[in-house]
């Protein structure tokens, strides 16, 4: 099985880490985000990697190379400019199109979820040309629980329930494609387009472990969490 993993972006948020590294060679508990993700999908089955690759893109290639040290076939596809999430796998589509099916996932990403599920969804609803994983919104901020003026407790950073959001992971056909723009972010121009059309799904996870890498304070937060684990994901 075939996923793809974004990793084009410049991570500014991460600076200085980003400034000789792009965001998915940041380490976290001693390795990379992106190792960390092909050594998660290894477990469900997939092989073959296409890395959509652009800012410092030489450390990448160098680092993960043919994918041969980690088990796994690698094949880059470069941005000679940043086209957005979007534009980005629209690059790729000479190599996708030739797939039945295709994982596609931010390289800022960490999980435990089962990606299988994804396509499970997509074989059940044959109108989907994509499926999106979700998740219950995490609050940024502890919950206070009030009855009649007194605090009766304390939730640290509640999962929302009732608010899913989009967990960066995606399971698609080769017919997802057409709405993909030559340039721009797929999630303002490709999955809305297929939400209006009706092709558009969504699987909702819960228990499980998720997180996006974007500050100092997630990469903390991600190392602790992924040592909890057992320092597997």
Same mark, same amino acid.
């Given at each position: 099985?075939?996923?793809?993993? +974004?990793?084009?972006?410049?991570?500014?948020?991460?600076?200085?880490?980003?400034?000789?590294i792009p965001? =998915?060679?940041?380490?976290?508990?001693?390795?990379?985000?992106?190792?960390?993700?092909?050594?998660?999908?290894?477990?469900?089955?997939?092989?073959?990697? %296409?890395?959509? %690759?652009?800012?410092?893109?030489?450390?990448?290639?160098?680092?993960?190379?043919?994918?041969?040290?980690?088990?796994?076939?690698?094949?880059?596809?470069?941005?000679?400019?940043? /086209?957005?999430?979007?534009?980005?796998?629209?690059?790729?589509?000479?190599?996708? #199109?030739?797939?039945?099916?295709?994982?596609?996932?931010?390289?800022?990403?960490?999980?435990? +979820?089962?990606?299988?599920?994804?396509?499970?969804?997509?074989?059940?609803?044959?109108?989907?040309?994509?499926?999106?994983? #979700?998740?219950?919104?995490?609050?940024?901020?502890?919950?206070?629980?009030?009855?009649?003026?007194?605090?009766t407790g304390?939730?640290?950073? =509640?999962?929302?329930?009732?608010?899913?959001?989009?967990?960066?992971?995606?399971?698609?056909? =080769?017919?997802?494609?057409?709405?993909?723009?030559?340039?721009?972010? /797929?999630?303002?121009?490709?999955? =809305?387009?297929?939400?209006?059309?009706?092709?558009?799904?969504?699987?909702?996870?819960?228990?499980?472990?998720?997180?996006?890498?974007?500050?100092?304070?997630? +990469?903390?937060?991600?190392?602790?969490?992924?040592?909890?684990?057992g320092g597997?994901?």
């Open positions: 099985m075939m996923a793809v993993i +974004l990793a084009g972006g410049f991570g500014k948020r991460l600076r200085p880490y980003t400034e000789e965001k =998915p060679l940041v380490s976290v508990a001693e390795k990379p985000i992106l190792e960390w993700q092909i050594e998660w999908l290894k477990q469900y089955g997939f092989n073959e990697f %296409v890395l959509l %690759v652009g800012y410092r893109k030489e450390k990448i290639i160098e680092y993960i190379g043919s994918g041969g040290k980690l088990g796994v076939k690698v094949t880059y596809v470069v941005e000679d400019e940043p /086209l957005g999430t979007g534009g980005a796998i629209k690059n790729a589509e000479h190599i996708l #199109s030739k797939e039945d099916e295709f994982l596609v996932l931010n390289g800022d990403i960490l999980t435990s +979820l089962n990606p299988m599920k994804l396509f499970e969804k997509l074989e059940e609803h044959p109108e989907f040309a994509a499926i999106i994983a #979700s998740i219950p919104l995490p609050s940024p901020y502890g919950v206070l629980e009030i009855k009649d003026s007194k605090v304390f939730v640290e950073k =509640p999962k929302l329930q009732d608010y899913w959001i989009n967990a960066g992971i995606y399971a698609m056909k =080769p017919s997802a494609l057409k709405y993909f723009p030559e340039k721009g972010d /797929l999630e303002r121009t490709a999955f =809305p387009a297929m939400a209006r059309d009706g092709v558009l799904g969504a699987v909702k996870y819960t228990g499980v472990f998720w997180k996006s890498v974007d500050t100092y304070k997630d +990469l903390e937060e991600a190392a602790k969490a992924i040592i909890k684990l597997k994901l």
